[in-house]
């Protein structure tokens, strides 16, 4: 990408009685029904236990429905499909304030460049966070500019809804003594370049498109990714994972 910049009720019992029933025939059925009353008392408690709770609600549950929807990746010329950052997640690492990372990997940034300047190597930040409607004239426009082919285009520049930029984790970094090697393959001739490869993974940073990248991104030493927390991580690799089920499932006779 050289130009790839700027979630219970009871049921009543009933009674009857006959006006020609003996007194001892009357203190039987009245015996008969208290027990019974009783037998009914002590199944209904078996059932349950609280008498105020109705038949219905002890009743098992049926089943949930089994989803039917399966995941898939949004894979466009090779690049993959990522949410555009909330605006207040973002934080400026570049002293103009144009250029920004969601917080972690800005704070993960910031630590990166002081221990790299310790060590006598200057990071220079090209570009970070990059909206959708930046990214549409970066893709579109400069395409039309140059004449080039859509898939010629795409092997430099991702399609809009498909940088790793629009996630707030990702950053262009060049060599502030090498301004000449900005964006550009020779970058990994530089003492940024080596510096990075040596301990960008201390910071949590890695290298997003090395040589012979699954994604079949050309190969780009200047570009960075933050994988440093839960939402980094999952940003990037369920959707590599996606993919790659996805390419398995069309691969498969």
Do not use: C
Request: glycine share 6%; aromatic share 10%.
């Amino acid at each position: 990408m050289h130009d790839d910049i700027p979630e219970a009720f009871r049921q009543p019992v009933s009674e009857s009685s006959s006006p020609r029933a003996t007194p001892l025939v009357w203190v039987g059925s009245a015996l008969g029904l208290a027990v019974l009353a009783a037998g009914g008392w002590f199944t209904l408690s078996a059932l349950n236990t609280n008498p105020s709770e109705s038949i219905s609600e002890v009743a098992p549950a049926a089943p949930s429905p089994t989803p039917s929807a399966e995941p898939t990746t949004d894979d466009l010329l090779g690049h993959l499909s990522y949410e555009e950052a909330p605006p207040q997640e973002l934080k400026p690492i570049s002293a103009d304030g144009r250029l920004k990372l969601r917080t972690s990997a800005a704070q993960a940034y910031q630590r990166m460049l002081a221990s790299a300047k310790a060590a006598g190597v200057s990071l220079q930040p090209i570009s970070a966070f990059r909206t959708v409607e930046e990214q549409n004239y970066l893709f579109f426009k400069v395409k039309e500019q140059r004449a080039q082919a859509t898939a010629q285009r795409a092997d430099v520049s991702a399609p809009p809804g498909h940088s790793e930029h629009h996630t707030g984790y990702a950053i262009d970094l060049g060599d502030a003594t090498r301004s000449a090697t900005n964006l550009s393959q020779s970058f990994d001739q530089t003492p940024a370049f080596k510096w990075l490869a040596a301990n960008a993974a201390r910071f949590s940073f890695e290298l997003s498109f090395p040589k012979g990248n699954s994604q079949g991104v050309s190969y780009e030493p200047w570009h960075w990714r933050y994988v440093g927390d839960q939402p980094s991580l999952k940003t990037f690799y369920s959707a590599r994972k996606l993919k790659e089920t996805s390419a398995a499932e069309g691969d498969a006779p």
